[in-house]
């Protein structure tokens, strides 16, 4: 079992940068395969980022590709987001995840994910 903290949310304008990170309990951190999602009120969770165990594979959400960067350091036990070029668009609660399995080049459904933080808010401001 594993325990994941987020950190980092907060209010940027658009255009800007920021980074979150997400720091997961335990002595397997290296044994799992990391999310990012989002949610708005009202609206599902939606995938954005996922890093296989490696971190060989990413996968991005079409609507982040290019502005935002996932990436894990297994010897911190954390999960970094790095997003620049923010839009209002991409204000959300942001969630970490992990999973011992990989589920492809695509899309991730956030039902796939076992485990999850609590969340960290990121606001864009226009």
């Known amino acids: 079992q594993v325990q994941l903290y987020e950190s980092g949310g907060g209010l940027v304008q658009a255009g800007g940068s920021l980074r979150l990170s997400c720091a997961a309990s335990?002595?397997?951190?290296?044994?799992?395969?990391m999310g990012w999602f989002r949610q708005v009120p009202g609206k599902e969770r939606e995938f954005v980022a996922t890093i296989s165990w490696t971190g060989r594979n990413t996968y991005y959400a079409d609507s982040v590709k290019g502005r935002f960067t996932i990436s894990r350091d297994d010897a911190m036990n954390t999960v970094y987001l790095q997003m620049n070029m923010m839009k209002p668009e991409d204000t959300a609660v942001y969630y970490c995840a992990a999973d011992h399995a990989w589920w492809g080049l695509g899309p991730h459904p956030p039902a796939k994910y076992e485990y999850w933080g609590q969340g960290t808010q990121v606001t864009v401001s226009s």
């Open positions: 335990g002595r397997t951190f290296s044994s799992y395969c």
